[in-house]
């Protein structure tokens, strides 16, 4: 704007002149309009420009927001800050047509000899006088002067004019540009003082207005302002959409999702849009803007539910909408890794299997109630789900299938294997035990039959074939636990095995005895089964010995009849135990004879260490020993005892057993 001023001007009418003066004296500025008529004053007018001069036509002013927020605010600071905002921006300057722009000055007439004060002021208000414009000027002490006068038996009136012409441009555009370089619709221009104008308004605008009503009867005053046209600002229309819900979850070919929106500064409502389109969801409408509903489909993916505003399709809500399918199944099996399941996955029997469903995609939550476990497996709202596979499967076709659906679904097969063991002794009758006695062999192969299985044994014992679909494996001559290992294309099957050791006789019964001739002192008994424990493993590969010792604890009558040496009378001779752990049934007699009268009472013991070994084994291991008592009365009754059996034979042959 340009501040310039009327210093001093000369207004000649054919009737009269008068003349403005600037006078300066101090802060204020007065003005002093001077009207002379045949050389005669007749009145002096004075206004005051005060140091605040208000404006016209708005004498209004803008103030920024102030936020009243120290430290973290709260969610009710926030609201209560929040009220007061409005939708009014800065603007940019108007765009002046300095061509057309100019101020005018009016000399007004200075009617006289009116017979009342309102004929005077109306004869001023008809006068038509010329105007003065200074192109490309404006002022900001524009105003006018005007009032009524006695000069006696007349009344005269008198009006001075200075006003502004301006003539600019609202906007540029009806678009104002946010910092994002978002457009938001201006649908008002706040002008400083002159007003409110559209966007993109030509606006041709004379000011101030000079007020026409009677001042009075012999009353003067004057008015002056100032423009403002520096303080532009924008209000908008900002659209407030929100649709509901703000996040959806569903499965593929599942349900329809249902949205609404509600807003403000949408007249004409929203138009629906899913990002992205074509891939497999849908969205559509029934007429009615407020209402939408997405069609899953069946590509599971994340998508944006978007509503954009008819009258300004540069705001729009979105909100998201996953839907969700099934992608594969991992698996894991104690505290290894998950692993994506193989086709088919072959598990041992008795195994507990972890599975995980995995969605698609992976960054959401399942929708309510999946997914949905099936096969062996059941369950439901479950990520993972575990499984013991008992029931062997029958062949490589005989799957057992584990299925999880969340709209699609996707399945594992799943093979149960064995290692199946069958102990080569028939005794005891379970051959498929796997407690089994040193040395015992078992044929072992897997259930349902793989080819090209890799054997492999460890903690002891050996295997005759590593490569073949079935292997025999040799128990160590040691107490040990064995574990087998089957490796089928990376899938490995177990089975361990405990070795036993002989511990000792566990049973023992007389199966026969032996008579002799009468007065002949003399005992004997056949024992058999002989039986070496423990009883629920074969040691057929198993031999034993009894370790030869001489007599000890000599008595009596055997003081001076030299009882014999077990050493020789059939100790330290190997024998080898059938599958029922039985000694040969020709071995033991157990027998004490030829002693010549005269009797007495005596006896003597053998102590018989024990020992085992492996066929074809060298290395001899101890086993808890047992012992046989011989004993003669006075009467040359003979009697024998080992392994909790007596036989007793008087020389009658009158014998008798327990």
Not at 168 to 196: K, Y
Not at 251 to 256: I, L, M
Not at 498 to 510: D, E, F, K, N, R
Request: hydrophobic residues 35%; glycine residues 8%; negative net charge.
């Amino acid at each position: 704007m340009n501040a310039n001023k009327r210093i001093i001007k000369r207004i000649v009418f054919p009737q009269f002149f008068c003349a403005l003066r600037r006078i300066n004296c101090g802060k204020d500025s007065l003005f002093a309009l001077i009207g002379v008529i045949s050389g005669l004053m007749f009145f002096p007018l004075v206004f005051s420009v005060q140091a605040q001069t208000p404006y016209y036509h708005l004498n209004r002013s803008f103030s920024s927001i102030e936020f009243d927020l120290q430290g973290i605010p709260t969610e009710y600071q926030l609201n209560e800050e929040s009220d007061k905002l409005t939708d009014i921006v800065k603007g940019e300057p108007v765009q002046l047509n300095t061509n057309e722009t100019y101020a005018i000055e009016k000399q007004a007439a200075i009617p006289i000899c009116y017979g009342s004060a309102i004929a005077a002021w109306n004869a001023a208000l008809a006068y038509n006088g010329s105007q003065s414009n200074y192109p490309g000027k404006t002022f900001d002490n524009v105003g006018w002067v005007r009032g009524t006068k006695n000069t006696g038996s007349d009344w005269g009136a008198y009006l001075w004019i200075l006003q502004n012409r301006i003539v600019f441009q609202s906007s540029t555009s009806v678009w104002w540009i946010a910092t994002n370089n978002l457009p938001v619709a201006i649908t008002n221009v706040m002008v400083g003082s002159l007003g409110d104008y559209g966007p993109v308004s030509n606006v041709v605008d004379i000011g101030p207005v000079i007020p026409t009503n009677f001042p009075g009867a012999n009353y003067n005053y004057s008015g002056t302002y100032q423009v403002d046209i520096t303080n532009v600002f924008y209000e908008l229309v900002i659209p407030d959409i929100w649709i509901t819900p703000r996040e959806a979850v569903t499965c593929v070919d599942g349900s329809n999702v249902q949205y609404t929106v509600t807003g403000t500064n949408i007249p004409k409502g929203v138009t629906w849009k899913i990002i992205p389109e074509g891939v497999g969801a849908t969205i559509q409408t029934n007429g009615d803007w407020y209402h939408a509903e997405v069609t899953p489909g069946d590509v599971a993916t994340n998508y944006k539910v978007r509503a954009t505003s008819v009258d300004n399709t540069n705001f729009y809500d979105e909100v998201d909408l996953a839907v969700v399918g099934l992608q594969s199944l991992q698996y894991k099996i104690g505290t290894n890794s998950w692993t994506n399941m193989p086709d088919p996955l072959y598990v041992c029997s008795n195994t507990i299997v972890d599975f995980k469903a995995i969605k698609i995609p992976t960054n959401t939550t399942w929708p309510s109630g999946k997914p949905v476990w099936g096969g062996v497996v059941s369950g439901s709202e479950v990520e993972t789900n575990s499984y013991t596979f008992n029931t062997i499967s029958t062949s490589t076709t005989d799957y057992k299938l584990v299925t999880a659906e969340c709209g699609n679904a996707v399945t594992g097969k799943v093979i149960v294997c064995n290692i199946h063991s069958e102990t080569e002794a028939t005794v005891p009758a379970n051959r498929a035990r796997t407690q089994v006695g040193v040395g015992e062999q078992v044929d072992i192969t897997t259930t349902p039959e793989l080819q090209t299985v890799t054997w492999s044994v460890s903690g002891g014992g050996s295997l005759d074939s590593t490569d073949d679909v079935s292997t025999i494996f040799t128990a160590p001559d040691t107490v040990a636990n064995c574990l087998i290992t089957a490796n089928f294309e990376g899938n490995y099957f177990t089975k361990e095995f405990s070795v036993l050791a002989p511990t000792g006789i566990v049973s023992a019964q007389i199966e026969s005895t032996t008579h002799f001739d009468l007065g002949y002192a003399a005992a004997r008994m056949h024992l058999y089964p002989i039986i070496i424990g423990p009883t629920n493993v074969s040691f057929y590969n198993v031999q034993c010995v009894e370790v030869g010792t001489d007599a000890s604890n000599i008595t009596g009558y055997f003081l001076t009849n030299t009882p014999p040496s077990h050493i020789g009378n059939g100790a330290d001779e190997w024998f080898q135990l059938d599958q029922a752990n039985a000694w040969p049934d020709t071995w033991d007699w157990a027998s004490s004879y030829g002693w010549p009268s005269p009797w007495s009472s005596g006896s003597y013991t053998w102590d018989i260490p024990a020992q085992w070994k492996v066929v074809g084994s060298s290395e001899t291991n101890s086993m808890t020993g047992w012992n046989q008592v011989h004993s003669i009365d006075a009467n040359g009754t003979v009697t024998v005892q080992k392994f909790g059996h007596n036989v007793t034979r008087t020389t009658n042959d009158v014998i008798t057993t327990y």
